[in-house]
């Protein structure tokens, strides 16, 4: 069998198709949660704790600033925590929407050999 057509009985197949589907469902639900975290919940928790923006929290290690030894400007360096928090909740509310939805499935699917 040729590797062109061992590819399309590959692409075609159920699984394959359904695991496309998931990953695209997933990207959207990631960039949903991204938003529901910076847009929804972020703003009036750092309101709540004093006007906090946490996407610029960061600690500075090294300012920008001019060289002036060849004039041009140099980055800063800096470890930005509040960006870390804002994926860390990303990644609780993520992971916590993927067990209901595993819990559920799997309660479904005992429900459905019960049944039989």
């Excluded at 075609?12 to 949660?33: E, Q, R, S, W």
């Excluded at 975290?37 to 090294?62: C, I, T």
Aim: with cysteine; proline share 2%.
């Amino acid at each position: 069998m040729g590797l062109l057509q061992e590819f399309k009985e590959f692409a075609l197949k159920g699984n394959a198709v359904d695991m496309a589907v998931g990953i695209i469902l997933g990207a959207a639900f990631n960039k949903i949660v991204s938003s529901l975290v910076n847009d929804v919940l972020m703003p009036p928790l750092g309101m709540a704790l004093g006007g906090v923006d946490f996407k610029n929290l960061e600690f500075v290690l090294k300012e920008a600033g001019l060289d002036l030894n060849t004039n041009q400007l140099t980055e800063g360096v800096s470890i930005r925590y509040g960006l870390f928090i804002n994926t860390c909740i990303d990644f609780v509310i993520v992971a916590l929407t993927m067990f209901v939805v595993v819990k559920f499935m799997n309660r479904m699917l005992r429900q459905r050999a019960e049944a039989k």
